[in-house]
């Protein structure tokens, strides 16, 4: 019983954090409408550029704060470079071609990095080893705890920016209907810039915070935790927020229990099966938000 | 130099006939970014069928083909709701999927292979499946079907006015290519001798999508063209693997800003037929003439 | 004041409007008027700089040229929008529409003072400001379109069709709506109508516009003439 729910505290931990690399996506998908898929290395950008300069004696959080902001640049080139030629009025384009070009930087990235560092998990600092706290007969891993401290924060943060302040507004008018929203003065390619940024560091904390769990990280990390993050997005219903989070969640959840009680070789096919039962049990998503006529 | 001529275009051009399969999906209107795992399914399906069954290999190969079309018919049915951006992700997370289980089931040899599969293709057959595949893609084209493929990737609400069922075209389009991409990976296990999950990998099917892409996604001729290019580049300049990627990644980014239909649109095409139909017009004018 | 002078557009093939010059000052409002296909629409997504290639040059408030600016500073000048359809938020709620509206402003200063005053003069949207803005009817959505565009009080207000599909009672309204703003603050109003009931009760003068050219000038009088003015629509000798 307690071994459940330990499992399901780590789950959740794990869970919110997809849904932040989840939430990255959805937010570069809705002010921009193309699937980024470069934005999987965030993930993976945080944290060995965080190894790499506590290697070189930098400070623990100012390593992380560098690490960011490194992350956030990462987003604003590929989106200055690759996307934005692609977005506005009066420009012709192969629509799958953006898309398409997203993959190659990914596995650019992907693989000058790999090339640099090699393919061997290198090892993340973890601050401090935390003794297990004990809460009756169970024992909670602190990590997680801490984990799901920061997402919630995150989350709260987000959701405060989104529906409570000006750029927020602005982000939703841009999402919805970039011409009207143009009209009452908005800079649509300053509002997505931002919400690129940050959505990078989204992805670039969500990637710290694997890295602290598993106490690696890897040059390849981005694509695997990035596709899980782009599954939770879809079974989330694609547009909606509350939707992957929801669905990160059940992810987390799920491949907590199903690597406890059946193998942990089967991890990727939750991920799929979920995907898979999604689309023929509820194909919207799990939660559906009236948008944009271009979306899924 | 001939001698090792063979190990060395047998490769390519088992690609070229799973590119081709890409072409006919991308032909429809969809990205697939795991298509190398019906490549696997192929040469598996096939490379069991002429362990177990003792089936000839030719027919085998076609089995593993038949498999791969039907694995792939039911995927795109059940993902075809989702817009081509999601159905790429789809894709991948499918071929992931794949990937693991094969792995880890030992029926199928496990993360090291299946071994003992009678070696019975050499060049000679692969360049002949080849040719056929290429045949069937032009016919395809030719037919109404083909158009009809068309009209769906360019406007599902127009297709959809013309009495046309999207999911139908989308599904048979993704089982043709599935199938070519099958009977690719059937060849490759009967010339080897072997197939194992690493031929399946992630990175296999976005080579296909990278030599697909950069080649000209709209022609036939583009996916020869791209994989010839980029898959014998290797034997030219030798690079490690991890440069190799990146380079390729990059390239496929810069072709996708700079030309986003790739090196062989379908303008260029237009451009030689008609230029082809006056050199035949001329020359018949001549001939009367005369 | 609104003054353009031999604007001509086009979407990459062939002009849709052409060498239309024409001028509104503050607190007037011209009407164009003319069939479907004719440009009017053209006119103010032009001026909005919707359009990728727009010649001739068009002045906004204070004398500032906005033609070739990106449509935000545009609409920074102090150019509002009521683009045909509405363009409402659906997924925002009234208020959040309104502060959207308000954002072409900049200042958060004056903000629940220009709030009340748009309020005041909708007061069917003080009821429903929390409410998302896709579950109003046609025609207070309509309104809340107006509203938005006034609450950052523009010299200059372009309306696309603001009466398309609404009942006869509501086209009223509109109509009293634009008198309103006329007599009240004054911005220079570019009104395209195809409803030309409309534009007789609001309209100071009118523009016939035909295949992207002017080829008529209406004064009060002469939008009231129906002769006249049929004649002016279906292009016979005036």
């Known amino acids: ?296 | 130099m001939m001698d090792i001529l063979p190990s060395i275009l047998t490769p390519v051009l088992v690609n070229c006939i799973a590119v081709v399969g890409l072409y006919v999906i991308a032909a429809s209107g969809r990205i697939s970014a795991g298509h190398a795992a019906f490549f696997g399914i192929g040469g598996y399906a096939s490379g069991l069928t002429s362990i177990h069954l003792a089936v000839p290999p030719l027919l085998s190969v076609a089995l593993g083909m038949v498999v791969a079309a039907l694995v792939g018919a039911a995927f795109a049915l059940i993902a075809d709701r989702l817009s081509h951006w999601f159905f790429a992700v789809a894709t991948l997370a499918f071929a992931v999927m794949v990937l693991s289980l094969v792995s880890t089931v030992d029926a199928l040899g496990g993360a090291t292979g299946l071994y003992g599969i009678p070696i019975a293709v050499g060049l000679g057959e692969v360049a002949g499946a080849l040719i056929l595949a290429v045949g069937f893609a032009i016919w395809l084209d030719s037919t109404d079907f083909g158009r009809t493929m068309r009209a769906v990737r360019d406007s599902e609400p127009a297709a959809r006015a013309l009495a046309i069922n999207p999911t139908y075209v989308r599904c048979i389009a993704y089982a043709l290519g599935t199938g070519l991409a099958g009977a690719a990976g059937g060849l490759w296990s009967h010339y080897l001798g072997l197939i194992k999950p690493g031929d399946m990998s992630l990175d296999r099917s976005l080579l296909y999508l990278i030599y697909l892409s950069i080649g000209g996604i709209e022609h036939w001729i583009g996916a020869l063209l791209g994989t010839f290019l980029l898959d014998l580049l290797p034997e030219f300049i030798r690079f490690s693997r991890g440069y190799r990627f990146a380079l390729f990644g990059g390239l496929l980014a810069l072709v996708m800003v700079l030309r986003p239909s790739g090196i062989v649109g379908r303008a260029e095409v237009d451009k030689v037929k008609v230029a082809w139909t006056k050199l035949r017009r001329f020359g018949l004018t001549r001939r009367s003439s005369a | 004041m609104l003054a353009l002078e031999n604007v001509s557009a086009s979407y990459g093939y062939g002009k849709v409007i052409e060498g239309i010059s024409l001028r509104v000052n503050a607190g007037e409002i011209c009407a164009i008027l003319g069939a479907n296909g004719a440009g009017k629409t053209s006119i103010l997504r032009a001026i909005m700089g919707f359009l990728p290639s727009v010649t001739g040059s068009i002045t906004g408030p204070d004398g500032v040229r906005i033609d070739g600016l990106p449509t935000h500073q545009i609409a920074r000048a102090g150019v509002g929008y009521v683009p045909e359809g509405r363009g409402i938020l659906y997924s925002l709620t009234v208020r959040d529409n309104l502060l959207v509206g308000a954002m072409r402003e900049g200042r958060a200063a004056s903000l629940d003072a220009r709030m009340e005053s748009v309020l005041r003069k909708f007061p069917i949207l003080r009821e429903r400001l929390d409410q998302d803005a896709g579950l109003l009817s046609g025609g207070q959505q309509q309104m809340l379109a107006i509203a938005r565009a006034l609450i950052s009080a523009p010299r200059v207000l372009l309306l696309d069709e603001p009466s398309l599909g609404l009942a006869p009672l509501i086209r009223r309204d509109i109509a009293e709506t634009l008198v309103t703003i006329k007599r009240d603050r004054g911005p220079a109003v570019l009104l395209v109508e195809q409803d030309v009931k409309v534009a007789q009760r609001s309209a100071d003068f009118a523009l016939v516009l035909r295949r992207g050219r002017l080829i008529k000038r209406l004064d009060a009088s002469g939008l009231v003439d129906r002769e006249g003015l049929r004649n002016a629509y279906l292009g016979q000798s005036a």
């Open chain 1, 1 to 296: 019983m307690e071994f459940v729910v330990q499992q399901f505290i780590s789950g959740l931990a794990a869970g919110g954090t997809y849904a932040l690399v989840a939430l990255g996506f959805v937010l570069i998908f809705g002010v921009l409408n193309i699937l980024n898929i470069a934005h999987v290395q965030t993930v993976m950008l945080a944290p060995i550029s965080l190894i790499l300069l506590v290697n070189q004696g930098v400070p623990l959080i100012v390593a992380g704060a560098l690490s960011l902001v490194a992350t956030g640049v990462f987003g604003a080139l590929v989106f200055l470079l690759a996307l934005k030629p692609f977005v506005g009025p009066g420009r012709k384009a192969t629509y799958l071609a953006p898309f398409i070009a997203t993959f190659g930087i990914s596995l650019l990235v992907e693989h000058l990095v790999g090339a640099q560092i090699g393919s061997e998990p290198r090892a993340f600092p973890v601050p401090t080893q935390f003794d297990l706290w004990q809460i009756g007969p169970i024992y909670i891993v602190p990590i997680n705890v801490i984990n799901l401290a920061i997402v919630s924060g995150m989350l709260v943060v987000l959701a405060l920016i989104i529906n409570r302040t000006n750029f927020g507004r602005a982000m939703r008018a841009v999402a919805e209907n970039p011409e009207v929203a143009a009209a009452q003065g908005i800079s649509v390619d300053r509002v997505v810039l931002l919400t690129v940024i940050g959505a990078s560091v989204f992805g670039g904390i969500s990637g710290l915070l694997f890295a602290a769990d598993s106490h690696v990280a890897t040059a390849f990390m981005g694509l695997d935790y990035g596709l899980k993050g782009l599954v939770v997005m879809i079974v989330g219903g694609v547009a909606s927020p509350v939707g992957a989070v929801i669905a990160g969640l059940l992810l987390g959840v799920l491949e907590s229990v199903a690597v406890a009680y059946i193998s942990s070789v089967y991890r990727d096919v939750i991920t799929f099966g979920m995907l898979f039962a999604v689309l023929i049990l509820r194909p919207q998503g799990l939660l559906v938000i009236a948008s944009r006529e271009a979306r899924t």
